[in-house]
């Protein structure tokens, strides 16, 4: 072909889909607009760029960000071998952010306007608006909104209701948020979490606010993946070398949840092939921790709540570390069901714990879901002149929270 278009792995599922779009590739990925998709971006191989460049008038650089050091890189092997192809990038394509499928769209067909108009159909398959006199429903008011958050009957949910009461307490504190589901805390309705810098860092990115100079003591979450990852050295030993003072949460679910349930160092599962079972507090002591808490049963808010406050007035000097535990809701379900269903097909009685609510008692002030957030937790309206505010209302998703 005379145009061809150049891109990093990542970006070919939408390259191909703008090029489904336009109607110039099929549902399985064939296409007659050439593709190099590059596998790793460094090193960039000379030979095999310019053998994909030959015959071309002009090939297109899907690179996000900025610079867009993969198209000048290609551009000098051009110009060093004398090849006349036209390089293009971001002429097309926004010099910064998301190269989202809209975006695509727009980009690869204005290159192919401007250097292969004959490849493209008289009318595109799929444009980003459609047509004047076109009617669709509006989303909005069709599918309710559901912000990411924690799942039903997660066990990370209470600890952060539990810093929350802490800090209606005590006040605010800088809260160093890390890489995991529990990084969720950082939107409503609990709206902890300052910083984030990366897997295993939660703790280490907080380092400059336990200074002996701040008047109180950060908190930082690290999940359980993120601790055997990096948190145990690069966050737990340089708290106890540095002697830090500020106070770390470490939350264990089990598993590597956020990623699909994956066993770790301290999962407490039987893995054929993986050695399980090592306990984070071991781990947390051998580094030199004095002040360690371990809460057995995240449920327990107000036991939460306590360790948290106690790590936070504490006299004592040094990293407060606190290991909260509790199986991964998801995990467990899915650990469970097959049990339940067997129970259920061999005759036996099960019993679902679930929770609800009291609409005689219900004030309809809703602090449970300002505290909780659970996607289970709604609202609803009641048939009482005397009482305009709605009641709250659990609704058949409800897992009993660990019960």
């Known amino acids: 072909g005379s145009v061809g278009i150049v891109m990093q792995g990542g970006m070919y599922n939408s390259v191909i889909r703008a090029l489904q779009r336009l109607?110039?590739?099929?549902?399985?990925?064939?296409?007659?607009?050439?593709?190099?998709?590059?596998?790793?971006?460094?090193?960039?191989?000379?030979?095999?760029?310019?053998?994909?460049?030959?015959?071309k008038q002009a090939v297109l650089v899907v690179e996000?960000?900025?610079?867009?050091?993969?198209?000048?890189?290609f551009a000098a092997m051009?110009?060093?071998?004398?090849?006349?192809?036209?390089?293009?990038?971001?002429?097309?394509?926004?010099?910064?952010?998301?190269?989202?499928?809209?975006?695509?769209?727009?980009?690869?067909?204005?290159?192919?306007r401007a250097n292969a108009p004959h490849l493209l159909p008289g009318e595109v398959r799929a444009p980003n608006k459609l047509g004047e006199g076109v009617d669709t429903a509006d989303l909005i008011n069709v599918v309710p909104g559901r912000p990411p958050g924690f799942c039903v009957g997660c066990p990370e949910r209470p600890i952060f209701a539990a810093t929350k009461l802490v800090e209606q307490e005590l006040g605010k504190h800088h809260i160093a948020s890390d890489i995991g589901c529990h990084l969720f805390s950082i939107m409503p309705p609990f709206e902890l979490g300052a910083t984030t810098m990366g897997y295993g860092l939660g703790p280490a990115s907080a380092s400059a606010f336990n200074s002996p100079e701040a008047k109180r003591r950060s908190i930082s979450f690290v999940g359980d993946g993120g601790f055997w990852h990096n948190g145990l050295t690069s966050s737990i030993g340089n708290a106890v070398f540095n002697r830090n003072d500020g106070v770390i949460v470490?939350?264990?679910?089990?598993?590597?949840?956020a990623t699909g349930g994956q066993d770790i160092l301290s999962s407490r599962a039987n893995n054929r092939t993986k050695s399980t079972k090592h306990p984070i507090d071991e781990a947390v002591k051998g580094m030199g921790v004095k002040w360690l808490r371990h809460i057995d049963?995240?449920?327990?808010?107000?036991?939460?709540?306590?360790?948290?406050?106690?790590?936070?007035?504490?006299?004592?000097?040094?990293p407060k570390v606190i290991v909260a535990s509790s199986e991964c809701m998801l995990n467990r379900q899915r650990r469970e069901k097959p049990l339940v269903d067997k129970a259920i097909k061999g005759g036996e009685r099960v019993v679902k714990p679930k929770f609800g609510v009291d609409e005689d008692i219900c004030t309809g002030?809703?602090?449970?879901?300002?505290?909780?957030?659970?996607?289970?937790?709604?609202?609803?309206s009641l048939d009482d002149p005397l009482r305009d505010d709605p009641v709250a209302s659990i609704d058949q998703n409800c897992v009993g929270c660990g019960n």
Not at 87 to 108: C, F, N, R, S, W
Not at 365 to 376: E, F, V
């Open 23 to 55: 109607g110039l590739a099929d549902t399985y990925g064939e296409t007659d607009v050439p593709l190099y998709v590059l596998n790793a971006v460094y090193p960039l191989i000379d030979d095999e760029f310019l053998a994909f460049c030959e015959g």
């Open 365 to 380: 002030d809703h602090a449970c879901m300002r505290l909780s957030g659970c996607p289970s937790l709604s609202v609803k």
């Open 297 to 318: 049963r995240t449920y327990d808010v107000g036991k939460m709540r306590a360790a948290l406050r106690e790590a936070l007035t504490t006299e004592e000097k040094g």
């Open 78 to 112: 051009l110009h060093k071998a004398g090849r006349g192809t036209k390089l293009v990038g971001k002429e097309h394509l926004p010099m910064a952010g998301e190269y989202t499928g809209q975006i695509m769209l727009d980009g690869i067909g204005s290159f192919l």
């Open 64 to 73: 996000e960000g900025q610079p867009n050091y993969i198209e000048q890189v």
């Open 250 to 257: 470490i939350v264990d679910n089990f598993y590597s949840a």
